[in-house]
């Protein structure tokens, strides 16, 4: 047990370049800030607090970050941040997550928009996916395109060659001169929970005391782990930094595992690969708690083990909360697994030394 999440991390660590420095030659990119602007002939992986990608990439790009200003040519895009500004985008398909999502100028085939607010003023040329609180679109669709969103703009401009599909229960303003083929609003189902709150708190608690004794036995007998976690810097942009990398870490490791399995000889280690990281994600709570606890409560003399408790109670009790509650906790999920990793490549430096 007392090895587990070391060879964990080691694995994963010797399935990506260390991605410390602001500039590789290998597609991987992480820091603070970053800025490209060069041709890129290979698969990027980019994560920092403010990003700009001006670049034409021979490959998939993965973005994650803070502030994410794009201008880039790539065959897919993967896109997840707070603030996302799309300005003349290529790509094939593009997905994109995030809080305020604007996407302008661009030239998509298919895309894949989850946010808060969004707005979109692009050539697309099949169909849009979109999901969020408030949705505007003022542009060029060419199929088909399916709203799930509380509000809906739909600007004077606007070409839908599809059909548009919308909740029956959103607010939706609809412009006039707007050419839209077909208008078809679906019927929200409205079922009565069937999941009372008691029994939802009940599985939350079994959750939370399943994962408490796992954590508690995990710092007992992986101090350095423990103190590693305490040592990372208390800032919002590392913190966005350590969620960018965890974030590719999510997406990565099981690209890794499949490509692995595709061969006889590597199977086994694709097998293995899996089967960490569904352990790593399991226990990715845990960095998180010990890290925003030792953030918020910082004393000199506090019991690490008390801490671990309340910090990590907070945030079960905070995902039991609709939408927010799903957010919360993807970004604790996140946050753990780039915690884990860049502590794990400390002590994989040190052990080198």
């Known amino acids: 047990m007392k090895k587990i999440i070391g060879i964990v991390l080691i694995m994963i660590a010797f399935c990506f370049p260390i991605m410390i420095e602001a500039k590789t030659k290998n597609g991987f990119y992480a820091d603070d800030e970053v800025e490209l602007n060069e041709e890129i002939d ?34 897919y895009l993967f896109t997840a941040g707070n603030n996302i500004k799309a300005n003349k985008v290529n790509a094939k ?32 040329e099949r169909n849009a996916y979109i999901g969020g609180e408030k949705v505007t679109i003022d542009g060029n669709i060419g199929g088909n395109v399916i709203i799930d969103a509380n509000t809906i703009i739909i600007e004077k401009d606007t070409i839908i060659s599809g059909t548009l599909k919308y909740p029956d229960n959103a607010k939706i303003t609809l412009a006039e001169s707007a050419s839209i083929k077909k208008i078809k609003a679906y019927e929200v189902k409205r079922k009565e929970t069937i999941v009372t709150w008691k029994t939802t708190i ?4 079994y959750g939370y005391l399943s994962l408490l004794v796992i954590a508690f036995i995990l710092i007992t007998l992986h101090h350095k782990l423990l103190k590693g976690i305490k040592g990372i810097k208390k800032e919002i942009s590392e913190a966005l930094k350590l969620s960018g990398i965890g974030f590719l870490v999510l997406v990565v490791t099981p690209v890794v595992a499949i490509l ?30 010990i890290y925003l606890g030792s953030w918020v409560m910082n004393k000199k003399n506090q019991n690490d083990y008390l801490v671990l408790a309340i910090s990590l109670l907070i945030i ?6 609709p939408i927010i509650g799903g957010i919360i906790g993807f970004i604790s999920i996140i946050l753990g697994l780039g915690i884990y990793y860049y502590n794990f490549i400390n002590i994989y430096k040190e052990g080198k030394k």
Do not use: C, H, W
């Open 42 to 75: 290979a698969t990027t992986f980019i994560a920092g607090n403010n990003i700009a990608v001006n670049s034409k990439i021979n490959g998939l790009n993965f973005v994650a970050g803070n502030n994410i200003e794009l201008s880039s040519t790539q065959d």
């Open 93 to 124: 398909d593009a997905f994109f997550a995030g809080s305020t999502i604007r996407i302008k100028e661009s030239n998509i085939r298919d895309l894949y928009v989850a946010g808060s607010v969004i707005k979109i003023n692009s050539n697309i």
């Open 202 to 205: 009940k599985e939350k608690l």
């Open 260 to 289: 692995a399995m595709i061969s006889i000889i590597g199977l086994p280690l694709g097998i293995i690969i899996a089967m960490l990281y569904g352990i790593l994600l399991y226990i990715s709570m845990i960095p998180t708690a």
């Open 316 to 321: 079960y009790m905070i995902r039991i909360i």
